[in-house]
Every structure is written in C-alpha cells, then in structure tokens.
C-alpha cells in the first residue's frame, strides 16, 4: 500500500462501517428542520392551541429525537474504529522486506525496520522485524502428535537484540524480533557435567507454569562434554498421553517441532541447551511418567534417554535456575505479546528473576532485571499514548458533527 492510502481502505469493515456512519449523517440533515423552522413551529402551536398543536410538536420532538440517535451511533461508530486502528498505523505501511538503510539484517532472513506496519501477532510495530512471519509454536494434541523435537542451535544475539533495542533505542522490540528460546538460553545454567563417559547429561524437572496455574512448565536441559564436541546429536521427547493432554514447545518462531523434521546437529565442547515446554496435564492421574527423552548422536554407543516422573513441584520450590528460566520466557511472552502469555505480567518477571539471581557471576541476571523495568515504563507509556491518540480522535470526529 502506498503512502496516500486511507486508513479506511485497508478493511472493509472500517469501509462500510463508515460509509454507513456518513450515510446516516446526511439523511440526519435533511430530514432535521432548520432552528428558525421550529422555533416558528412552537410559535404557531401556541396560537393553535393544545388539541392543534399536537401534530406539529410531535413532527420536530421525532425529529430531534432522530438527529440525537444519529449522533450517538456516529459517536460509538467512531469509537470502534479508533479502537480497531493503532495511532499512526496502516497509513505508514511499508512493504514487507522494505529496510532502513542503517538496519541490519538478521541471518533468518528477516530484517529490522524503521517504520510502522501493523500491530499483534505477526505484524511488526515502530522500528520492527519484517519479513519473515514468525509463528509461534500452537499447542499440540498429544494423542495425535506424541513425539517432539527441538533444535540444539539457539540464537546467541536474542539478549543483546532485546538490551540494544530497550536500553539504547528506548523502544520496546518489534513483536515477531523476540526470539524467546534465544532469552532462555542467554543466561548460564548450572546443569552437571557429563560421566561415565557419556557425550551429554540430561536435565528434566516439572513444576507449576508461572503464567497459568493450570498448566506444568517442563525444563529439558543438556550440556555437552567439556573435552570434545558432540556430533550428529538428536533429541526427541517422547509424552505419555496418558498423563499429557497438549504441550506447547515455548520460542523456536517458525521452526516445526514434528519428530519428522529431526536432523543431526552438533553440540560445542561444554554448550548448554535449554527447552522449555508448556504441559496441559491430562485427567488420568496415574503415577506415570510424563515425557521421556531421547538422545543420539554419531558415537559408538551413542544413544541415552531418561524419563522426567513424579508431579510438579510448587513453583516456590523449583530451583532458582528453574525459575529464572522461566522468567525469561515469561518476559518474551510479554515482549511478543503472544496470545499463549495467560497471566504474565512484568511484575511477575521481576519478582521471579529477583529471586532467582543466584551467584550471577557474569552479572547478566542482574541487568536482565534493568530491561525488564526498562520494558515495563515503555509499555506504560505506548498505553497512555494511545488512549490519549483515541481520545482526541473521538473528539475531533465527534465536535466535526453539526446538526442545524
């Protein structure tokens, strides 16, 4: 769309919801008497008298009556479109692809911009991602689809993205530029060593989701042989339907979780990898396990799994590196404004992370907790901004109406 597009051409709801607002206005004027009109018509109703006059009063008193419904229906019909249109929006549209000649590209594709182009899931705002739209992963039905993987590659520039764009840029990110998986994993886990000579340890614990108390957050963790590198690893997680109903993987936007799209990735001497998935626990109440993961890589012997058991622990009780986690994720919820964020708010992120900083010897916890308040003021202010944006808006459309 070029930049002389309306606003009002984009949808065709707001199209014909004007057209019919405009319509009822017109009609309003011309079927409304002039003021001198019924000032003249009062007149004549007094020297008619009572019984003559009737028909005249009740003319103009239906009359008004029509002219003062017009204009609240024009009012709540203005409301609605101001309330359907973010200030400033799709009449800045670019084209998606369209970059700032001093943004960067990003390695997926996708590219930062310095422009407005729409607003929710998968659109990108002021100063956002476009290109590629980043899905996120949808809640899958366990019964139809017990077997997940998730990528051993994780995005190691999602922290700095997040920090440059809320500290220095003093904007909040572009929804579809948080990669969550990336937070997640931007921060040190204290997951063990391997032994016995085994390429990688696994790490499994459940506990209360922070963001919906009916759901379980399950943390899979993995760490890498300091000595070596892991070649060709695979990791699949297995769910029993009978204790899970639906998982959600939480980040990877864009990127399948299907076992048949499981490919050999290596794993660097000593990396960490963490994946968090959101469980909606089934009925059976059996004392089963709930997932099981499995793990190749090309190694004589190469092939370990372990099973995740027991029930979920009060999220008061998770370790700190559980919690901080799942604060992070927490927070790139809120930051995409995903529609899976339930009960997330920034307060929440801050309280949990606080908490939880534990040693943070690299100090990266305790600046986290900075772009969160960071975030949060940001956030604030879009909001009054907006509600003043659609305010003034009514206003001035409302105070244009003229009934003469």
Known sequence: MDETTSPMEERPFARELGDVLRSAVEQTRTELPPAHSLARSLERARRLGPGRANPWLRYHRAATAAAVAAVLFLAFGLLLICWHYEPGGESQTAEPGTRHPSSPAHEDGGEDVAVFVGHGPGRARLGGFTGATRAEQPFLDAARNPVSTFPLSVDATAFHDVRRTLLEEKRLPAADAVRVAGLVNSFTYSYPEPTNGEAASLTLDLAQCPWNGAHHLARIGLRARPDAAVLGAEVQVAFNVRRVSAYRLIGYEGRQSRDSDAVGEPLGAGQAVTALYEIVPANDAEEAEWLTVK??????????????????????????????????????????????????????????????????????????????????????????LHKEAKISQMSMAVGRVKVV
């Open 295 to 384: 793990m190749r890589y090309r190694e004589p012997g190469g092939r370990r799994s372990r099973s995740l058991t027991g029930q979920a622990k009060k999220l008061t009780e998770a370790s700190a590196d559980f919690r901080f986690a799942a604060a992070a994720a927490e927070f790139g919820l809120l930051l995409r404004e995903s529609e899976y964020r339930g009960d997330a708010t920034y307060d929440a992120v801050r309280i949990a992370a606080r908490e939880a900083l534990g040693a943070d010897t690299d100090g990266r916890r305790a600046e986290f907790l900075a772009i969160v308040d960071a975030a949060e003021q940001l956030n604030a202010a879009r909001k009054m």
